[in-house]
């Protein structure tokens, strides 16, 4: 490994992404992306004694898929490397506490996959590990409960809101045997806009996605041209139109290759999706569902995902602190031949 600059990681091996396993909620298997979700959940309602039960069950269920699609057994992962939004991290350590796995678990709110990702992109880089599996999950409910309003109160929102994306999505990564490999990561900084209105997510996560986007195409000497697409995590709307504005004031025009994972997951006529989409699995479903299927099929050859926190809590919003967020970003290439 490499370091290039103040913040991104080089990846001189190239760590491959060998399988991904996405599990996407009834909504979200409603979208436009329902296509390339693997397990789509058709059922409106609690399946188990509890939502945070349910998201467990995600999770469990994305990495049995992504186990499976790279003909792995739990036993040949050196690490398991994610997380969630729940307090303590229950849907990460509780969803897999029955694999075996070593288990990393991480908090960057909804930028916690280009996290994982990143970070076992560097243990297999630098020998660490030989295979690890990175993602996250979210639940639109679990997330209602520990930051906003139970569901059954029926709390309205503004159009400035975001729905948590209910699913998950997980990637196994290993050193040799894909055409879809992590070449990069640029970890992310602090940034506080001074917002504090938790509706308004997008608003407070855009200037952190920029400040980490610009440190790359710094460090690295590149440009926004030298991308097919550039993703951001869960801006959602208004999010992705402050960022395009930050942009714009530096002379730059990103054009049609930036995109917002919280845009894509959700058609705008859907019911109650405000904005767009948000939660810890909003990027890693699009990201591990859709973007890299891209990849794949040769339709892109280098795409940038910068997944986007907030990282308020309870108590942070109860106290009227501004909302902080951070972004991290991961570069993901094709080699060889088309899949």
């Known amino acids: 490994m490499k370091t290039a600059g103040r913040q991104t990681w080089l990846f001189e091996t190239e760590p491959a992404v060998l399988a991904t396993g996405t599990v996407a909620g009834k909504l979200e298997s409603e979208g436009p992306l329902s296509q390339w979700f693997d397990v789509r959940i058709t059922k409106d309602g609690m399946l188990g004694k509890s939502w ?12 049995e898929t992504a186990l499976e699609k790279a003909k792995l057994t739990p036993e040949a992962i050196d690490y398991a490397i994610g997380g969630d939004l729940n307090a303590q991290l229950t849907g990460f350590y509780f969803g897999l506490r029955d694999f075996g796995f070593r288990q990393l678990g991480l908090y960057s709110a909804c930028s916690t996959m280009t996290e994982s990702v990143a970070l076992g992109g560097l243990l297999v880089d630098t020998g660490a590990a030989k295979t690890v599996i990175a993602g996250t999950c979210s639940h639109t409910s679990t997330a209602e409960r520990q930051f906003r309003f139970p569901t059954e109160y029926g709390a309205q929102k503004p159009e400035t809101a975001q729905r948590t994306v209910t699913g998950a999505g997980m ?61 951001t995590g869960d801006l959602g709307r208004i999010g992705h ?51 890299l299927e891209k990849i794949r099929n040769g339709t892109w050859k280098r795409i940038m995902v910068a997944a986007t926190g907030a990282l308020l809590s309870t108590v942070t919003s109860q106290q009227q602190e501004s909302i902080p967020s951070i972004s991290h970003a991961v570069v993901f290439e094709r080699r060889g031949r088309v899949q």
Not at 52 to 63: F, H, K, M, P, S
Request: charged share 15%; hydrophobic share 40%.
């Open 241 to 291: 139109a402050i960022l395009r504005d930050l942009f714009a004031q530096q002379g730059q025009d990103p054009g049609d290759r930036l995109t917002d994972c919280g845009m894509l997951i959700y058609a705008p006529e859907q019911s109650e999706v405000f904005s767009g989409g948000s939660g810890a699995a909003c990027s890693s479903l699009v990201t591990f569902g859709y973007l």
């Open 52 to 63: 945070e039960v349910d998201e467990q069950g995600l999770i469990r269920q994305a990495t």
């Open 171 to 231: 990637a196994v990564i290993g050193n040799t045997g894909s055409n879809v490999v992590v070449t990069a990561a640029t970890i992310g900084e602090v940034v506080d806009f001074g917002i504090k209105n938790p509706w308004e997510y997008g608003a407070a996560m855009a200037p952190a996605a920029f400040r980490t986007i610009q440190a790359h195409l710094h460090d690295t000497g590149q440009h926004l041209e030298d991308f097919d697409c550039i993703a």
